[in-house]
């Protein structure tokens, strides 16, 4: 069975790392994904957060990358032939927010939504608040380096 694990991953964190580690156990292909978010604004180009998601990726034989900035998850799903979703959560919020997507993927498209819950060590991680730290000058870039995968230390700038 095929799974898609979309996302902006802007940046990549260790909780994208850790979903994508735990859905790669759980699923015969993950499609790990590079979606358009209306609501966010980019920081990094995409070529660069795939580079990221692949690093990422390393060591996971069933594991692709893609990127569908054009158009539904729906649409990218049903042209890849892909029926599960895998979404990670951190809590009562992300869920707040992921259910109602969910159920209208369920209904468009008859796609499942598969939650993954954070390991409790990464859970307060968030691309939104690695990009923040990192962009502080009152806080040593190294600093947020122990959020992002092994190897992507001190990336949280945009150069």
């Known amino acids: 069975m095929r799974a898609l694990f979309p996302g902006s991953f802007d940046p990549v964190t260790q909780g ?6 735990r859905a790669s156990l759980l699923f015969d292909e993950v499609v790990v994904c590079v979606m358009f978010n209306a609501n966010k604004t980019g ?11 692949r690093a990422a990726a390393s060591g996971l034989g069933n594991v692709t990358v893609d990127s569908h ?29 992921e259910i109602p997507m969910a159920r209208m993927n369920h209904e468009l498209a008859g796609i499942d939504t598969f939650f993954i819950p954070a390991d409790p060590d990464l859970a307060h991680i968030s691309s939104t ?25 001190g990336r949280t700038r945009r150069p």
């Not at 900035?69 to 992300?94: E, P, Q, W």
């Not at 730290?133 to 092994?150: C, F, H, W, Y």
């Open 16 to 21: 994208h790392q850790d979903v994508l580690r």
């Open 43 to 53: 920081r990094f180009p995409i070529p660069e957060r795939l580079d990221r998601l």
């Open 69 to 97: 900035t054009g158009g539904l998850l729906v649409d990218y799903c049903r042209r890849a032939g892909i029926d599960v979703v895998i979404r990670g959560v951190r809590g009562v919020a992300d869920l707040d927010y």
């Open 129 to 153: 608040l690695v990009t923040a730290i990192g962009q502080q000058d009152r806080v040593a870039n190294e600093d947020s380096s122990k959020l992002l995968p092994a190897g992507e230390g």
